[in-house]
């Protein structure tokens, strides 16, 4: 997929006083739009709290009780049902886990798609296969409702300052119709394109780095502890040479004070590395260095650490080869 955007509209950063003060920036000529959220996890409810805090009328929607009540605690609103959200925004996020929850909370029973008016947006920001975001685009296209394919990345910390990373692609009104809501959700928008899946293509490319590279850090990690390293001095010296990653300086230090809280679960690598290695299947294309990572995490889930956060891709090697990691405060799969 391409993109028929110039080069200098692919991109834009947000630096002005307004934003750094915390202040939503919304142009005096620019109707503010009604958002709602679907989906309260790590990434959605950090989301929907940093929309909120810069002035937004958010409405939140999330089928477990507790993540709605966090969401009210601090200052927002939540729904029952993503079809009673539908009825009180303009412009929903789905922040959900997979592509059987988008369906769900779009075309499901209560969903948004039979209760949302024609001319509204629907922001796909779960990770998905480029293919899937086309065809809901068509889908929704059908029913007058606009798409903006528009994955995130950034970690639920980023999600909570509204700096994520957001890779998105769709046509220009349905940019302009996101703008006040992606400035005060991300730090870096990339303007990728005029159609859904560019920015599902995008996001893909980042999660097979993001999961070989977290995979990469367990494994070197590993070697180092059988070797009889100390492994906070593997950490001190790797951060500050060539074989460091932004995944090893954010992971290891889980791996070091043995707690796998999961922040990013390793069901979450299952998932997209699984997303990877379909797309490749479709385009003829192999991705053998991602299948490799794939199945050190898919070991990982088989051990029973699916829900612990994905540096317990790790655990595969101690159950191998016997090594000794920091003691877990958490470790619910042994």
């Known amino acids: 997929m391409g993109t028929n955007l110039p080069k200098d509209d692919r991109r834009w950063s947000r630096h002005s006083a307004a934003r750094r003060s915390g202040e939503a920036q919304v142009s005096d000529d620019t109707i503010t739009p009604r958002v709602g959220v679907i989906g309260l996890g790590a990434m959605g409810l950090g989301t929907a709290t940093a929309l909120h805090e810069r002035g937004l009328s958010v409405v939140g929607c999330d089928v477990a009780e507790s993540a709605c009540r966090a969401f009210e605690d601090v200052g927002g609103r939540c729904v029952a049902s993503p079809a009673e959200l539908a009825g009180q925004c303009d412009v ?3 922040v959900v886990v997979n592509a059987v929850q988008v369906e769900q909370v779009l075309f499901g029973e209560h969903g948004l798609v039979d209760a949302f008016a024609p001319g509204g947006l629907v922001m796909q ?83 097979l780095l993001a999961g070989v590279h977290i995979a990469a850090a367990a494994e070197a990690m590993a070697l180092g502890i059988r070797m009889g390293l100390e492994p906070r001095t593997v950490y001190e010296v790797i951060t500050h040479s060539a ?15 043995g707690d796998y809280t ?6 979450i690598f299952v998932k997209d590395l699984n997303i990877v290695h379909e797309t490749g299947r479709e385009l003829a294309m192999p991705t053998p260095i991602a299948a490799s990572a794939l199945q050190q995490f898919t070991a990982a889930k088989g051990a029973g650490f699916g829900r612990e956060d994905d540096s317990a891709v790790i655990k595969v090697y101690q159950r191998l080869s016997g090594i000794a990691l920091p003691e877990a405060a958490n470790d619910v799969g042994e």
């Open 92 to 94: 929903v996020l789905v």
């Open 262 to 267: 999961p922040l990013s679960a390793v069901d």
């Open 125 to 207: 920001c779960a990770t998905v296969a480029p293919s899937l975001a086309e065809r809901l685009g068509a889908r929704l296209a059908e029913r007058g409702i606009a798409v903006l394919d528009a994955p995130i990345s950034g970690g639920a910390a980023k999600a909570r300052a509204g700096q994520l990373s957001v890779m998105a692609s769709g046509s220009a009104d349905a940019f302009t119709k996101a703008a006040p809501i992606l400035d005060a959700m991300a730090a870096t928008v990339y303007r990728l394109g005029d159609a859904p899946g560019i920015g599902s293509s995008m996001k893909l490319v980042n999660q």
């Open 243 to 257: 074989g460091n990653s932004w995944m090893f300086e954010n992971r290891v230090p889980h791996i070091l004070n």
